[in-house]
């Protein structure tokens, strides 16, 4: 069974930047895309980038300009880049394949 392992997360300051990282333990991303979604407390857990199996990219519009999402198929990781980070960013940020969810990284944005 394919697991997926998110890093990266952290604290920093508003303006600065993150990348994250979601390595999965199999070759599934070029088959099904891979998903980056965020939820802050007390809200619902909302998109925030995706690319397709095929690579076209698609953004929340929150985070559209901001963030960058890539996947490495040889590697079998996916990657959120994550710039000009606000306050309103600070959430744990879950990635997302198929019907395989990861445990989540905390990205706190503060100063």
């Known amino acids: 069974q394919v697991h997926l392992v998110e890093s990266g997360g952290g604290l920093v300051q508003p303006g600065g930047s993150l990348r994250l990282s979601c390595a999965a333990s199999g070759s599934i991303f070029s088959a099904y895309g891979v998903g980056w979604y965020r939820q802050a407390p007390g809200k619902e857990r909302e998109f925030v980038a995706t690319?397709?199996?095929?690579?076209?990219?698609f953004y929340a519009d929150s985070v559209k300009g901001r963030f960058t999402i890539s996947r490495d198929n040889a590697k079998n990781t996916a990657y959120l880049q994550m710039n000009s980070l606000k306050p309103e960013d600070t959430a744990v940020y879950y990635c997302n394949t198929h019907i395989l969810w990861g445990q989540g990284t905390q990205v706190t944005v503060s100063s």
């Open positions: 690319i397709t199996g095929a690579g076209s990219t």
